[in-house]
């Protein structure tokens, strides 16, 4: 090995040393945020903690600003005021490309559309961040690195060479997740994995968060719409409303909070069918 | 500094004994992989010096164990589940598409293009008739041509190009004026060059010239629009919703288009004739008003109309074609960049074409 490559490695090493993950307790931590568009306030000091290791189920109200809070912790939208920090850098440092290198591989990121890159296909769009980030890993390792990403997030053995306009609605969802996992990320975005999917889908959908997050260690945010998956595998859930974080805890602490939006959400017709019929119930305490 | 992934090796009876040291992961994998594979048989994998292990490293060592047949010692509890999760056997899961022989493939290629030309011909021609029966369906059933939606595109199409296609026309007056009067000038014919300038700009160069920049600015811009609009499902949307795409999106395109195109192509012409007036004036000192009286003189009424029959033919080829292409996309963002470029090419094209056979039936018909 010539010294040259030697110099790039331990650079490299250096810079994947910068952001220790695991010498964190919490993986996000947000304060006084607010963001606006034009006059439409979104947040108004908005605070939350995602605890590394956990998964926070993030619920509210349609246009409530779950995305948009998404998006202004990985950097995408700028807020008007507030802190937020990712594994101790601040906001700044994470909106700038250049400095949030070492953060961006240290998270995967699946949007609510899937936003597959439609000229490639699912295989290399797994490698567009391996190849971005070790350009030099040889081609063989990279063809089998897709091929078991394919694997793991339960996708049929011949999707890989597919593009995204052959795959159904349920395949682009589990194409994005395989692509938000391809570096091994500590921390995972994903912007309502479940929603449109058939409740079968969604439900194996879930299964596949909440294994994939044991097996790897992950902490995931995770937006959703979807009680079943809120009673499947979250941890703890915040809940979104009147532009603030209003209440986080896991749902049986949730449940004895007053607030009538909790109250309606939990408490519908359609919360008390989730609640009911679930075998998660177990999981919480296992995890609790 | 954490050191990159490594390895220590022993050799025992039945192999190599690999002890892993360090981190077993993507960011610190170096050259380990291909140092493990230069290795001959290989017993044993010892995990239990590892301090992380990511999945990539876990297949590291689930292909080495497949591939020798090689025991996992002193796995975490953690490594074991990332083991778990990926020994199932991952041989069929495929990422190429299957590819074929260099030669085969050139040879596929070549077919398929040559293919493509004549299938895209048929396509537009069987476009064209598409839309006219939709024409025709319009009218029978009396519903009223879309009139807002055409005299919207006038504004892109036809006022938006003026300055442009102005320009451009002037400056090509002013070089054939230039060119034809340094040949010219060798007979002492000079004042032949308003017989060129103005002939040639009315019958053939206003008009084409003003073409080739529509199937540029619309053409293109026609083609981008409905291909994204395929994308996005919304001519599905207005399919099922009962609007039929060739009356709402393409009629008031190809129409814009036609109706305009006679009228650039008459300004074109003109500004191509102030051009080269504007070079007979300080090049030839044959003032403006001479020019102008020449100028009667010499172009005949037939020019003007052989221009004016091929103007709407034009504009129907372009707003058709442009229209037809973006109807083609089907998948992904490339395609409507590539369905753009060949709607700008073939419109060109088959303007020059068309221009060629008028030239040659016009002139059988005695108009010279
Ligand atoms: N780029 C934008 N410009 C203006 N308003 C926006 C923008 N993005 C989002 N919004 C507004 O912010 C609010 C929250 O949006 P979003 O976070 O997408 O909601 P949801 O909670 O359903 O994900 C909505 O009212 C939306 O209209
Ligand atoms: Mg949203």
């Known amino acids: 090995m010539s010294d040259e490559i030697d110099e790039q490695v331990a650079e490299e090493l250096a810079a994947a040393d910068a952001v220790r993950p695991d010498a964190f307790d919490y993986a996000i931590r947000i304060r006084g945020l607010v963001n606006q568009f034009g006059d439409a306030v979104i947040h108004d000091g908005l605070d939350l903690d995602v605890r590394s290791g956990e998964i926070l189920g993030v619920v509210g109200g349609s246009g409530t600003g779950k995305s948009v809070l998404m998006r202004s912790i990985i950097g995408l939208q700028a807020p008007a005021a507030g802190e937020i920090e990712v594994y101790g850098k601040t906001l700044d440092a994470i909106a700038n490309e250049e400095e949030s290198r070492d953060l961006r591989r240290r998270w995967g990121v699946m949007f609510q559309g899937g936003a597959l890159f439609s000229t490639l296909s699912v295989a290399e769009n797994i490698q567009v961040p391996l190849r971005e980030y070790y350009p030099r890993t040889d081609q063989k390792l990279l063809d089998e690195i897709a091929a078991y990403k394919v694997a793991m997030v339960g996708l049929p053995p011949d999707a890989g060479p597919k593009y995204p306009a052959e795959l159904s609605g349920g395949m682009v969802k589990r194409a994005g997740l395989a692509r938000s996992l391809a570096l091994d990320p500590a921390l995972l975005f994903l912007d309502e994995p479940t929603a449109g999917l058939d409740p079968i889908g969604a439900a194996k959908f879930d299964e596949l968060i909440r294994e994939l997050a044991d097996t790897m260690g992950l902490t995931v945010f995770l937006i959703t719409h979807d009680l079943d998956s809120l009673y499947a595998t979250c941890d703890r859930v915040a809940v979104l409303a009147e532009k603030k974080v209003i209440a986080v805890g896991t749902i049986t602490e949730l449940l004895a909070t007053e607030h009538p939006w909790i109250q309606d959400y939990f408490n519908g017709p359609r919360g008390r069918a989730a609640a009911g019929c679930n075998i998660a119930a177990e999981r919480h305490d296992r995890k609790s | ?368």
Not at chain 2, 5 to 29: H, K, N, V, Y
Not at chain 2, 43 to 72: C, F, M, N
Not at chain 2, 124 to 137: E, Q
Not at chain 2, 202 to 214: D, H, K, P, S
Request: net charge neutral; glycine share 10%; hydrophobic share 50%.
């Open chain 2, 1 to 368: 500094m954490v050191a990159k992934a490594d390895f220590e090796q022993s050799e025992g009876a039945d192999g190599a004994d690999i002890r892993f040291t360090g981190r077993l992961t993507l960011a610190r994998l170096g050259d380990l992989p291909a140092r493990l594979d230069a290795l001959g048989p290989i017993a044993s994998l010892d995990l239990s010096a590892l301090e992380r292990i990511d999945t990539v490293g876990a297949w590291i060592v689930t292909r080495t164990v497949k591939e020798h047949g090689a025991k996992v010692t002193g796995a975490s509890p953690a490594a074991q589940r990332l083991l778990d999760a990926l020994a199932s056997d991952k041989s069929e899961y495929r990422v190429h598409r299957d590819r074929r022989p260099a030669l085969i493939r050139m040879l596929e290629q070549v077919g398929i293009a040559s293919r493509s030309v004549w299938h895209e011909l048929i396509g537009i021609i069987g476009f064209f008739g598409a839309m006219i029966m939709a024409l025709g369906t319009q009218l029978r059933a009396r519903r009223r041509l879309r009139w807002n939606a055409i005299v919207t595109r006038f504004q892109t199409v036809g006022v938006d190009a003026l300055p442009i296609i102005g320009l451009m026309t002037f400056l090509i007056g002013i070089v054939v004026a230039q060119q034809g009067a340094v040949q010219l000038r060798q007979f002492g014919l000079e004042v032949f060059t308003i017989n060129l300038v103005g002939r040639a700009s009315i019958r053939e160069l206003g008009l084409l010239m003003t073409a080739i920049m529509v199937a540029g600015r619309s053409g293109s811009a026609f083609a981008a629009q409905i291909g994204t609009m395929k994308l996005t499902e919304e001519i599905d949307a207005m399919r099922t919703i009962g609007v039929s795409p060739m009356e709402a999106i393409v009629l008031p395109r190809v129409a814009a288009a036609t109706i305009l195109m006679p009228l650039l192509g008459f300004y074109a012409s003109i500004c191509a004739i102030i051009g080269g007036g504007v070079f007979c004036w300080i090049g030839l000192d044959i003032a403006p008003l001479t020019y102008i009286q020449l100028l009667r003189d010499i172009i005949p009424m037939t020019d003007f109309w052989a221009m004016l029959i091929k103007a709407p033919v034009f504009g129907i080829l372009i707003g058709v074609t442009g229209c037809y292409e973006g109807m083609q996309v089907r998948q992904n963002a490339e395609e409507v960049g590539q369905r753009t470029t060949s709607a700008v090419v073939a419109a060109i094209f088959l303007v020059i074409v068309l221009d060629a056979m008028f030239a040659v039936f016009f002139s059988s018909i005695g108009w010279n």
